[in-house]
């Protein structure tokens, strides 16, 4: 019985007779054809299988390969059912995860035109409604967003005095740009999609993502820096989750540039999407959004490189007053804390500023700083740079700063008619001495007792003056008699004593009158 059974057993084919078991196995394959794979045909399909898991890895990373369908990347959308059109849409975006070196025009020319065309047809995809975000596709826009955008600048070699791009100084332009700017329009349409799940973005456009997009900004591409103001604007917008963060960041960039660098591209743009921003604060102002003003947007007037931005600083320090005219007095105090001395540009820049925070200022505001202020615009209105005299006259043209200044005559009268008195003696230049002469006229009308007081205090210093100055005169010329009458008593001596080499000490002469 037992022999029976192990005849029945197939037997153990010896590695001399794998040709002959070949053979077998050939012979039985075509018996039974019909039941059983071929072994040949099997390692064939097999090997196959290998290709396309490779070319799935390549397409389809590991993280995002399950549950997705391999399909061409080389298709259009119009070829495939719509059934396929989402894993296509996957596939394209991994294809454009491939990076070409753009510096050289001649190299890789077809791969990087196949790469741009198959990013614009991604963007028409997008563009037509037809895609539906789910998790793989955020993920895979999200990981080729990131392997085409974030890169680090390579040195920058600018003059030690430029905070960045200056009026003088020719932008660089990116050479991928071609590339950049087809990624920049999808990640847009995919941050402004209507459909788009948050809760399910978040997770790949999260705090990092973020911190990535904003150290773009220091590209020397305004192109590329515009496309990331709108971006980030867009994600500011839509990600209310991400908006602390987004506010602290930015702060963090301006800190790093006031106090550290003096050097960022985009300062620019990131104060243009703040202006944005702070024009949609609540009120009343959180005290968070007080310290964004005091600590980051007042030291931004220190730079030298303010020129390049002060139009967008201006507003976003302009919203915050609009918001709560309190604020106003600080923001005059910070003004006048970073005052440029002897940067007549700069002058001019915070004067205009200036105009535009005291017509939103109130009565209480001004008097809180109409000492410290006035007494610099007596300096501005004698400066002998003449568009800074020009400006800081042309402020008592503005209502509501004369009606302040009406309302406040006693005091601000004294501070700066000083300076009206010296221009109208001295200054040089015939436009900034007919601007004098009509604020005196105005004043005149204002209060002319005011003006007469002024007028005879000024006569008083003056001939105090005159008579300060000759007691100085006589002074110096009887130190000067004694100092005479000195060195001829030390030559007498010296002669009388006969040797040349031998001086005979001579006491020092006393001034009877007190220098």
């Not at 037992?2 to 010896?14: A, D, E, F, G, H």
């Not at 054809?33 to 390692?43: A, K, M, Y």
């Not at 004698?382 to 008592?396: D, I, K």
């Amino acid at each position: 019985m037992i022999k029976q059974i192990l005849s029945k057993l197939p037997k153990k084919v010896p590695k001399s007779d794998s040709s002959d078991s070949a053979r077998s196995d050939s012979s039985n394959t075509t018996t039974f054809g019909n039941v059983f794979q071929c072994t040949n045909v099997g390692s064939t399909i097999s090997s196959k299988l290998n290709v396309v898991k490779r070319v799935s890895s390549v397409v389809f990373p590991a993280s995002m390969s399950a549950g997705v369908e391999a399909v061409d990347p080389g298709l259009s959308f119009k070829d495939v059912s719509n059934t396929q059109k989402q894993s296509l849409f996957i596939s394209k975006l991994n294809l454009c995860c491939k990076l070409y070196d753009m510096s050289d025009p001649d190299k890789n020319t077809a791969e990087q035109d196949l790469k741009r065309q198959t990013l614009l047809e991604l963007v028409d995809f997008v563009s037509s409604g037809s895609v539906k975000f789910t998790e793989p596709a955020i993920a895979a826009l999200c990981k080729m967003c990131a392997t085409n955008l974030f890169r680090v600048f390579p040195p920058k070699f600018r003059t030690s005095t430029s905070g960045g791009e200056t009026e003088d100084e020719e932008p660089m332009f990116d050479p991928a740009w071609s590339h950049l700017q087809v990624v920049y329009d999808l990640l847009l349409q995919f941050i402004n999609y209507n459909s788009l799940d948050v809760k399910l973005a978040k997770a790949h456009v999260d705090h990092a993502f973020v911190l990535r997009l904003l150290d773009l900004f220091d590209s020397e591409d305004p192109r590329e820096r515009d496309c990331l103001k709108t971006i980030l604007h867009r994600i500011y917008g839509k990600f209310m989750v991400h908006r602390p963060f987004i506010r602290k960041s930015v702060s963090n960039i301006i800190y790093r540039f006031v106090f550290e660098t003096e050097r960022h591209n985009g300062i620019a743009e990131l104060l243009e999407i703040f202006g944005s921003v702070i024009s949609g604060f609540a009120l009343p102002l959180k005290e968070e959004h007080k310290i964004f003003l005091w600590r980051a947007l007042i030291p931004l007037h220190k730079p030298k490189s303010v020129g390049i931005y002060h139009q967008q600083l201006t507003y976003c320090v302009v919203q915050f007053v609009d918001k709560d005219q309190r604020l106003a007095s600080s923001v005059i105090k910070g003004l006048l804390k970073f005052w440029p001395v002897t940067n007549s540009q700069k002058e001019l820049m915070f004067i205009s500023e200036l105009e535009e925070i005291l017509e939103m200022a109130s009565m209480a505001e001004f008097q809180k700083i109409m000492v410290p202020l006035f007494r610099r615009m007596a300096c501005c209105l004698n400066s002998s740079h003449y568009q800074v005299a020009e400006r800081a006259h042309l402020l008592w043209n503005n209502e509501h700063i004369l009606n302040l200044i009406t309302q406040n005559r006693q005091v601000i009268l004294p501070l700066v008619f000083s300076a009206l008195v010296h221009n109208a003696r001295s200054h040089w230049n015939q436009a900034v001495l007919n601007l004098t002469q009509n604020i005196r006229k105005m004043l005149s009308q204002m209060d002319e007792e005011l003006v007469v007081a002024c007028q005879r205090r000024i006569e008083e210093e003056d001939s105090s003056a005159s008579a300060a100055a000759e007691r100085r005169r006589v002074t110096w010329e009887r130190i000067e008699a004694a100092a005479a009458a000195a060195s001829t008593s030390c030559v007498q001596s010296s002669s009388v004593g006969g040797g040349g080499d031998v001086l005979v000490p001579v006491k020092s002469a006393t001034c009877s009158v007190a220098c």
